[in-house]
C-alpha cells in the first residue's frame, strides 16, 4: 500500500501488467465487503490522476457470470488506464478505453439496461453508497463503460476538480 486517499487504501500507482492487475483485485476482494467501493489502482494519464475502484456489486456479478479475475476482465479493467478523453467521450469501434453511456442512445442494449436500469435508477442499488462515499450528488456521476475486445466494465466516473473516480459496478460481454 502507497497511502491512504480518505478512508479508501491506495494499494499502488503505476502501469500494471495483468499478472500484477489480477494480484491487486486479490488484494482487494476480501475487503469489498460492506464498503460502497475500494481503491485498487490509481494512475495518472495526462497529468490528471484517476481512482480506480471496486464494488462488491461487480465481484458478485462477476463471480456469477465465472468471470472475475479472468484475462477478458483483467485486459478491461487494465484499459481503463486509457482515461477519460474529453474530446473522445463516445466509443468509436476498435477503440479501448473509458467511454459515455447515454440513455439516447436506440435500440437501447444491454449495458444500457445494466447502469441504468438496474442501477442508477434503481433505489437500494448502492448508487448511494457510492455518493455519499464521494460526497456528490447522483447528477454529478456520468456512467460510463471501460471497453476492451472482450468484455466491457460498467461504472460510474466522477470527474472532481484536480482527480477522476471510476468505480466499477457491473459487466457486460454480450457482443
Known amino acids: 500500500m502507497i497511502g491512504r486517499l480518505g478512508r479508501f487504501a491506495i494499494l499502488q500507482e503505476n502501469e ?8 491487486l483485485v486479490e488484494a ?19 497529468g490528471r490522476p484517476l ?10 456479478s462477476a463471480k456469477k457470470g465465472r468471470v472475475w479475475k479472468s484475462p477478458p476482465f483483467l485486459t478491461a479493467m487494465k484499459n ?5 478523453d474529453d474530446r473522445r ?3 468509436q469501434g476498435g477503440s479501448d478505453g473509458i467511454f459515455l453511456l447515454d440513455r439516447s442512445f ?3 442494449n444491454e449495458m444500457m439496461r445494466k447502469i441504468f436500469g438496474r442501477y442508477l435508477d434503481k433505489l437500494g442499488s448502492g448508487i448511494e453508497d457510492i ?7 447522483a447528477t454529478e456521476l456520468l456512467a ?3 471497453v476492451s475486445h472482450h468484455m466491457r466494465l460498467l461504472g460510474v466516473l466522477h470527474r472532481a476538480a484536480s482527480e477522476d473516480w471510476l468505480v466499477l459496478v457491473d459487466y457486460d460481454d454480450t457482443k
Open 16 to 23: 500494471v501488467t495483468l499478472t500484477e492487475m489480477k494480484s
Open 80 to 84: 481503463a488506464e486509457y482515461g477519460f
Open 144 to 146: 460510463v463503460r471501460v
Open 106 to 108: 436506440r435500440p437501447e
Open 51 to 60: 481512482n480506480l475502484a471496486l464494488t462488491e456489486r461487480l465481484k458478485h
Open 28 to 46: 482487494v476482494e476480501t475487503g469489498l465487503k460492506g464498503e460502497p467501493f475500494v481503491v485498487m489502482h490509481r494512475f495518472t494519464r495526462n
Open 89 to 91: 467521450v463516445r466509443s
Open 131 to 137: 455518493t455519499n462515499a464521494l460526497g456528490v450528488d
